[in-house]
């Protein structure tokens, strides 16, 4: 647990750091209203709304961090605020040559510490698409090392509407685990965006897996409406 502690307290500072620095940065700031809060296809909110904030900070060398703000159900009807951070390096796209990035992610549970994880990720980016690996070496703080594999991509429809696409898949790598089979999700659906406003609607979709402490486990298809505000 000491571990996982101090992986979120670094990805936080170096957040904060980043922030207070460097002319060219750019820092955004959302806020998120959701029908049900999906992660990687699994409900964290009992098939109920869910409010998020987010903070990201991009520098021009590359560079890049955030962080989020939420609250999940880990166990029925007993809500928590999760907080998460992140930082890392990318390399954008050159022609046909694809981008790339590196970097470490770290998810606390404000009163159940015992979830707190962390992950190390590498991915490839594209004009219109990205694929990232994401390691953890205790996934949920349940003894699981886990490794994550997905790939994203989105389209313009015109001005205001844009199609995407999302294809996951979890799976045990060591640790202590029961699982033997790979977890995959999906998510596809449309978005729209005016002004600093973005509405989406998704279908998404999860297999079965026992890899998750969350009992929404079952809940494992359904649509869900965000809307956004970006400023």
């Not at 992986?7 to 750091?17: H, N, Q, W």
């Not at 050159?94 to 606390?108: F, I, L, N």
């Not at 999860?206 to 079952?218: E, L, N």
Request: charged share 20%; aromatic share 10%.
């Amino acid at each position: 647990m000491a571990a996982r502690t101090a992986v979120l307290r670094a990805a936080f500072v170096a957040v904060s750091l980043l922030a207070a620095g460097g002319a060219a940065a750019q820092v955004g700031v959302g806020l998120t209203l959701e029908t049900d809060h999906r992660f990687r296809g699994v409900s964290l909110s009992g098939g109920r709304p869910d409010v998020h904030l987010d903070l990201a900070w991009d520098g021009a060398s590359g560079a890049y961090a955030g962080g989020a703000a939420t609250s999940v159900e880990l166990e029925r009807d007993r809500r928590r605020g999760q907080l998460i951070g992140y930082l890392g390096y990318a390399r954008a796209a050159r022609g046909p040559t694809p981008g790339w990035e590196v970097g470490v992610s770290a998810a606390h549970f404000v009163a159940a510490a015992g979830y707190d994880y962390a992950e190390l990720y590498a991915g490839l980016l594209g004009d219109d698409w990205n694929a990232r690996l994401s390691l953890s070496p205790d996934y949920f703080g349940h003894g699981a090392r886990t490794l994550y594999a997905e790939l994203n991509a989105g389209r313009p429809l015109g001005a205001v509407w844009r199609a995407f696409a999302h294809l996951g898949a979890l799976g045990a790598v060591g640790g202590v685990t029961s699982s033997t089979r790979p977890r995959y999700d999906v998510r596809a659906g449309l978005g729209a965006t005016h002004d600093a406003w973005e509405l989406q609607l998704a279908w998404v979709e999860a297999g079965r897996g026992d890899i998750y402490p969350t009992p929404y486990a079952a809940e494992r298809r359904g649509f869900v409406l965000s809307v956004a505000r970006f400023f």
